[in-house]
């Protein structure tokens, strides 16, 4: 059994390390394929390949038709839209992702992001503070669980919205439910959003909600930007001169928001919320136990194509 690890941002050395002893251990061989810049090496090292391990790495129906022997491909990390599900399911290929395995880590990149832009992004001048303030989470899975978690110890108000259904979930965990995202929108100084990219979410997150929110609120966004209709947030946040957008994934109008919004548009310089080494290890190492899981007991427990 041939495994390949593909992932033009490289795993940390350790999880490298972990994920060849897990292979090793099962009798599979593996092979990677790191910081490659063009998707002809992708595709070449892919031919021989029945499992792949990949990280935001874009696996299309040409990848998997240049690996007759693909059964596999196992995302490490929560979002699966740089997978074409629908190829895959047509080529007879399992894809997976490793839900929860990152969760932690976007959760504190999203406190880290808020406190750096109420205290004005350091600059010496007097901020706001996280206690006391309303905070609301668009969905509840893993990454918004752990973010109320650590928003309830700050002392926030914490309050979610789950297009996915499950209000019993928030309830059981002590918080308040919305009944419509437009009621988060209007209620909270804080909307963070964790919603995958999906044909019913992208560009859902437009002019109509952001413009109605609070006096002063913040818009966060480690989830995908594709749920942004950036042309509607623009406009709204160029009438409403009071709030502001903060994200780890740059608009594709980044310089177009720049120029219109300035401070009140807070980015880092590339996608940060798994970039910390225990998040990348642990999906790393999730990602391997997975397809030995698949090939040995027939396990398909985080299928994300049927």
């Known amino acids: 059994m041939k495994v390949l690890i593909a992932t033009e941002k490289p795993f940390a050395s350790a999880a490298v390390k972990g994920i060849q002893e897990i292979l090793d251990t099962a009798g599979y061989d593996c092979e990677i394929l790191e910081k490659y810049t063009e998707k002809s090496q992708l595709l070449a090292a892919v031919k021989t390949a029945n499992a792949l391990i990949i990280r935001s790495d874009k696996v299309d129906k040409e990848v998997m038709e240049a690996a007759p022997e693909l059964k596999i491909v196992v995302r490490a990390g929560a979002g699966y839209d740089n997978v074409d599900l629908e190829a895959a399911t047509q080529l007879g290929i399992v894809v997976m992702n490793t839900p929860g395995q990152n969760a932690n880590a976007v959760a504190e990149l999203v406190v ?16 706001t503070e996280l206690m006391g303030k309303k905070i609301g989470l668009m969905a509840f899975g893993a990454v918004a669980q752990n973010l109320a978690r650590i928003a309830k110890g700050i002392g926030m108000d914490v309050s979610s919205f789950s297009p996915l259904n499950r209000p019993q979930k928030i ?11 437009e009621a988060l929108f209007l209620y909270n100084d804080i909307v963070s959003l964790h919603i995958p990219a999906t044909p ?18 913040i818009l966060v966004n480690t989830a995908r930007k594709e749920v942004i209709d950036e042309q509607g947030l623009l406009q709204a946040m160029t009438e409403r001169e009071d709030l502001r957008y903060v ?19 807070v980015f880092t310089p590339k996608k940060m919320g798994a970039q910390t080494s225990e998040a990348n290890i642990n999906a790393g190492l999730a990602a391997a136990q997975q397809i030995v899981d698949f090939f040995e007991n027939g396990t398909k427990q985080f299928q994300v194509n049927k």
């Open 112 to 127: 880290g992001l808020l406190i750096y832009t109420i205290r004005h992004k350091y600059d010496g001048t007097s901020g």
């Open 171 to 181: 309830i059981d965990a002590g918080f308040h439910v919305h009944e419509s995202v």
């Open 200 to 217: 019913k979410t992208r560009g859902s997150i437009g002019y109509d909600l952001i413009r109605n929110m609070k006096k002063n609120a």
């Open 247 to 265: 994200t780890d994934l740059k608009l594709d109008a980044h310089q177009e928001a720049i120029e219109k919004l300035g401070e009140r548009y």
